[in-house]
């Protein structure tokens, strides 16, 4: 299975909703990464879990809260989010070798929208 | 400087020619170089990725890269109308994380 699943494929929220994204992957990768993409930008990365702890935080506001329950799940939780949050957010996931995280596989991608 | 320059293009090219993608980037301790490919409203595909100096192919595809030159390239041979898309560069510069330049959109022209 070399497949990355994202739930739902797309979500539409209020600004006081709470709401989670979910995201599945089997190839037995020990790092997970949640980015977002805006329309015609490339991806910023937001979230690197390696083997289910948190690595990097690119200084997300804390209305983004990922969490990683095992090592094929991971979450991002939502919360008081901005219309400017919509986006295609998307997750990934690698293999772990030493000090070189090899190539990240996407999901297809949630796309956000905050009314 | 970015950390990753490509030319946002659109690069265009006629079906059946070599279509030639540039990317460089600023981190000489950069390991990893990665081709993507997105199509609109897509997630991005990976399709090709290099380590060492030098040439990769992989059907169609060849990546290069010049680490003196601090230069990452991906080559498209007898392109396809169905090979247009963005197509984004990423370096792996040691953080554990992947630094994305803004992408060059290709259009194959039938």
């Known amino acids: 299975d070399t497949e990355v699943t994202q739930t739902p494929k797309h979500l539409v929220m209020g600004m006081t909703n709470k709401k989670s994204l979910k995201c599945e992957q089997h190839?037995?990768?020990?790092?997970m990464y949640w980015y977002k993409q805006k329309a015609k930008k490339p991806p910023e990365l937001m979230f690197v879990y390696s083997y289910e702890k948190l690595s990097i935080n690119e200084s997300v506001p804390s209305r983004f809260s990922p969490e990683c329950p095992n090592s094929s799940l991971l979450n991002l939780h939502l919360h008081a989010l901005q219309p400017e949050d919509s986006a295609l957010y998307l997750c990934?996931?690698?293999?772990?070798?030493?000090?070189?995280?090899?190539?990240?596989?996407f999901g297809p991608g949630t796309r956000l929208t905050v009314l | 400087q970015k950390e990753v320059e490509q030319n946002s293009g659109p690069l265009s090219v006629p079906e059946g020619a070599i279509a030639s993608l540039n990317c460089t980037y600023s981190?000489?301790?950069?390991?990893?170089f990665f081709w993507y490919r997105q199509y609109s409203g897509k997630s991005p595909e990976l399709i090709m990725f290099?380590?060492?100096?030098g040439d990769k192919e992989d059907g169609r595809f060849t990546a290069q890269l010049n680490k003196a030159s601090q230069y990452v390239s991906l080559l498209i041979r007898d392109s396809q109308p169905s090979d247009s898309a963005t197509y984004l560069c990423a370096v792996n510069t040691g953080r554990r994380a992947l630094t994305f330049g803004s992408g060059t959109r290709l259009q194959v022209q039938p």
């Open positions: 990934a996931s690698s293999q772990v070798s030493g000090s070189i995280y090899n190539e990240q596989f």
């Open positions: 981190d000489r301790g950069s390991q990893s």
């Open positions: 190839m037995g990768h020990r790092a």
């Open positions: 290099i380590y060492s100096n």
